[in-house]
């Protein structure tokens, strides 16, 4: 691309400024809150509204079937393709609407999209409705800009990544909508920084441990056996001997932040005994020893480390505490995994997004590995296509966090680096 149509698309998205915050305020300010999936439809139809304006061709698809669809929270998608003037390379842009709960601790309306000292507030600004909003406008500038160019540009607005994907991208996926075939770029604008390029992620491992016991009444204990107390020492011997093991792996992969290198394990959640009752009972619990206990948890490995090796970590463990008390038993049960992938450095769309960022920027990209999976895992895995990365703007850390918030300027910088790929890519 010569410098004259360079600096005319940098001017394109520019100029365009006003009308990014405003559509990145507009997709915070609609709830899409997952779980249980809130206006899914919604957020696609205001999308759809807009893409059609400017000439793309729009299909809405609901994954019927996949999990947590439901008549009352269906899985909505949107895919927008725009035809350039002759054939030519696809570029497809995805982003997920869903957003996750609100938590506490906000100072800001979290569905408000405030601005304020050069920042859109609310939940999913950052991760990730300020990255569509920037792909949206750059595809915009550069179709106006070079209209006559080759090839395709697609846009998606996918559900239920922070659910696992499956009512999202994994489903599209299966139906061949990333089939390297029609589709041979893909740039998912998660915040991974906008001097970043994000190649791929760690893997995963989520199950479930459930000890078991006998229900007795509480005030003899000792005719019952507490899965409580079971799943106590199973923690215990966690902290002594699997955290300890796990703190010492490290990756070659460029994993941010630093300690993400290392292999990790979270608790998600532990539940035992009786069930909680609602916010209105005023009575008090019954009196039994519980005979359940479960906790889920979320094991994040590396590229270096076997899946089958992870599992059997956690299997040796609880057969450590096995011998220890007699009574002991247990069962595991997988509920998600997914294998560590990392795009190659020289693949045709890492390299275009590169030399855009050393263009609009002034520097070399850093290249990273992001902690925890998105939906590269399928694009990679089902769909069979490889060239992929995350990049997009706002800062990992702040996802998922009270008062998230995305910059600007980062969002005006990142549609400018889309921009500039998508002329290195589909002009002739």
């Known amino acids: 691309m010569d410098h004259k149509l360079r600096q005319a698309l940098d001017s394109a998205v520019t100029a365009r400024r006003d009308a990014l915050v405003a559509l990145t305020q507009d997709l915070v300010r609609i709830p899409t809150l997952n779980p249980p999936g809130l206006n899914y439809r919604e957020i696609c139809d205001l999308l759809a509204a807009r893409l059609q304006a400017r000439g793309f061709v729009v299909e809405m698809i609901r994954a019927e079937g996949a999990p947590a669809d439901s008549d009352a929270h269906p899985r909505w998608n949107l895919v927008a393709r725009h035809e350039g003037a002759a054939s030519g390379d696809c570029v497809h842009f995805n982003g997920h609407h869903d957003v996750v709960e609100v938590g506490h601790g906000w100072s800001v309306d979290p569905f408000g999209a405030e601005v304020k000292s050069g920042r859109v507030y609310g939940r999913g600004a950052c991760d990730m409705k300020g990255g569509i909003a920037a792909a949206v406008i750059a595809a915009e500038a550069f179709i106006e800009t070079c209209p006559d160019y080759a090839g395709a540009i697609e846009i998606s607005a996918t559900a239920d990544e922070e659910s696992g994907g499956y009512g999202g991208v994994a489903y599209l996926a299966e139906r061949g909508w990333f089939d390297p075939a029609r589709v041979q770029h893909v740039i998912i604008p998660e915040p991974l920084n906008k001097d970043r390029i994000c190649l791929g992620h760690r893997g ?9 016991g006998r229900i007795a009444h509480g005030s003899m204990p000792f005719l019952g056996d507490c899965a409580v107390r079971h799943m106590g020492a199973v923690l215990a011997e966690m902290e002594q001997t699997l955290f300890p093991l796990l703190a010492g792996k490290r990756t070659e992969m460029p994993v941010v932040p630093d300690g993400a290198r290392a292999s990790t394990l979270n608790i998600n959640a532990i539940h035992g005994g009786a ?5 209105d009972y005023t009575g008090l619990p019954a009196p039994c020893v519980p005979d359940r206990c479960r906790i889920t948890i979320d094991r994040r490995f590396l590229v270096e480390e076997d899946l089958a090796e992870v599992k059997r970590e956690v299997t040796a463990l609880m057969e450590r505490v096995k011998d220890r008390r007699p009574s002991f038993t247990y069962e595991i049960r997988d509920l998600f995994e997914v294998k560590p992938t990392m795009t190659d450095r020289d693949a045709p769309v890492v390299r275009t997004v590169a030399g855009a960022i050393e263009k609009v920027l002034g520097r070399m990209p850093d290249y990273v590995v992001s902690p925890g999976t998105y939906d590269q895992k399928h694009i990679d895995r089902i769909g069979k296509l490889k060239n992929c990365i995350a990049y997009g703007p706002g800062i990992l850390d702040l996802a998922h966090q009270p008062d998230e918030w995305v ?16 002329g290195e890519l589909l002009l002739p």
């Open 407 to 422: 910059g600007i300027d980062d969002m005006v910088d990142s549609a400018r680096v889309m921009a500039l790929s998508l």
């Open 275 to 279: 069930p909680e009752q609602p916010p």
């Open 204 to 212: 995963v491992w989520w199950a479930e441990i459930e000890t078991h």
